[in-house]
């Protein structure tokens, strides 16, 4: 999953692009609510974050940007705007839990930040 908000709860990229943004949503609330203990008032708040996420995703998709680069940057733009608004949701032991968890996650899967060069030789 990935929801480095981009994050460590997108799992497989390919099958949640399938997905409406409401099935996104719904897919990463339920894992939060899961992992974290969400109230219902917190899983509505966080699904209507998700929501929006995915939303500006597919538009940032869609409009094909001038390079690479630049549409890395604004999604990971998308990204952290929404993590920085669910962690406002949250409360701090859910925080701490959903760190460990992203720390963890990020200790899997070093291929994902490790430079091109340094996973090929």
């Known amino acids: 999953m990935a929801f480095v908000l981009g994050m460590s709860f997108m799992a497989n990229a390919q099958t949640m692009s399938k997905k409406s943004p409401e099935q996104r949503a719904a897919h990463i609330t339920k894992a939060l ?11 509505s708040k966080v699904n209507a974050l998700f929501l ?6 597919d538009s940032l998709k869609s409009a094909a940007p001038a390079d690479k680069e630049s549409w890395h940057l604004a999604a990971k733009s998308i990204r952290l705007a929404t993590k920085k608004q669910v962690f406002a949701v949250l409360t701090d ?7 460990a968890w992203e720390k963890k996650h990020k200790m899997k899967h070093p291929e994902r930040k490790a430079p091109k060069d340094a996973v090929e030789g």
């Open 33 to 43: 609510t899961k992992r974290l203990s969400l109230s219902e008032e917190q899983a």
């Open 93 to 99: 032991e859910q925080k701490t839990k959903f760190a």
């Open 52 to 57: 929006a996420q995915a939303t500006r995703m």
